[in-house]
């Protein structure tokens, strides 16, 4: 059974800092995303970061240079680093897995990485910035 577990969620002020982990069990497959997403009350669910499994990462351009995504794989964990936070980054995040086919590239881009090839989900842990 998959299974995501986020942790690290808080409230900060605005320019604050936090860092996200979602450590994820049960999951074999060989080809796959992970990602971060967000919901903000009263709006749709949006993508964050993605990586794949050949490392190739994508993010929104409203979280360049702000936020980092990283993966470590000893741990089975994905990582968000979030700095400069602004009141509008405030939301409910998400981490979530996307298995893929095993035919797929090694090397396939993360812009495939849509949302709604994403199967397993964590329960999500809030982040609230305040100005």
């Known amino acids: 059974q998959v299974q995501l577990v986020e942790s690290g969620g808080g409230s900060v002020q605005s320019g604050g800092s936090l860092r996200l982990s979602c450590v994820v069990s049960?999951?074999?497959?060989?080809?796959?995303?992970m990602g971060w997403f967000r919901q903000a009350p009263g709006k749709e669910r949006e993508g964050v970061a993605q990586?794949?499994?050949?490392?190739?990462?994508y993010g929104r351009v409203s979280t360049e240079g702000r936020f980092t995504l990283s993966r470590d794989n000893a741990k089975n964990t994905l990582n968000l680093e979030m700095n400069s936070l602004k009141p509008e980054d405030t939301a409910m995040y998400y981490c979530?897995?996307?298995?893929?086919?095993?035919?797929?590239?090694?090397?396939?881009?993360?812009?495939?990485?849509?949302?709604?090839?994403?199967?397993?989900w964590g329960q999500g842990t809030q982040v609230t910035v305040s100005s």
């Open positions: 049960g999951f074999t497959a060989s080809r796959y995303c």
């Open positions: 979530a897995v996307a298995p893929l086919p095993s035919t797929y590239s090694p090397n396939f881009s993360a812009v495939y990485c849509t949302q709604d090839r994403y199967t397993y």
């Open positions: 990586i794949t499994s050949g490392g190739d990462t």
